[in-house]
């Protein structure tokens, strides 16, 4: 599976940006997708994940409320919609597939498959 995160800009803060994750090769069917970043000096910290039909996500408390996670399985195309961006969400964004249990969702460990990541810097 090789996965290519997009979408990634310069911004200002309250403005809102959209990232796109292409998935392509083969994959488990049940295959969950998450978005985790990393801010530079900063370890990599989970920001949203969705399981592999779209019916549950799951968002990291300090976004929740400002951005979205949606999968298109079809198009094997994963989203994360940010809106009302703040300077804190500066990061480098990467997205990832694997198939974590229940209670692993948010841990880098849980997925096998990691893009190359996008930038996103916010200014205020």
């Known amino acids: 599976v090789q996965l290519q995160a997009f979408g990634g800009g310069l911004v200002q803060a309250g403005d809102s940006l959209r990232l796109s994750c292409a998935a392509s090769?083969?994959?488990?069917?049940?295959?969950?997708m998450a978005w985790f970043r990393q801010a530079p000096g900063k370890e990599r910290e989970f920001v949203a994940a969705?399981?592999?039909?779209?019916?549950?996500?799951y968002l990291a408390d300090s976004v929740k409320g400002r951005f979205t996670v949606s999968r298109d399985k079809a198009r094997n195309m994963l989203y994360l919609r940010m809106d009302s961006l703040k300077p804190e969400d500066t990061a480098v964004y990467y997205c990832?597939?694997?198939?974590?249990?229940?209670?692993?969702?948010?841990?880098?460990?849980?997925?096998?498959?990691w893009g190359q990541g996008t930038e996103v810097t916010v200014s205020s």
């Open positions: 990832a597939s694997g198939t974590p249990i229940l209670s692993s969702y948010r841990m880098h460990s849980a997925y096998s498959h």
């Open positions: 969705i399981n592999w039909n779209g019916g549950a996500t």
């Open positions: 090769g083969r994959a488990n069917s049940r295959t969950a």
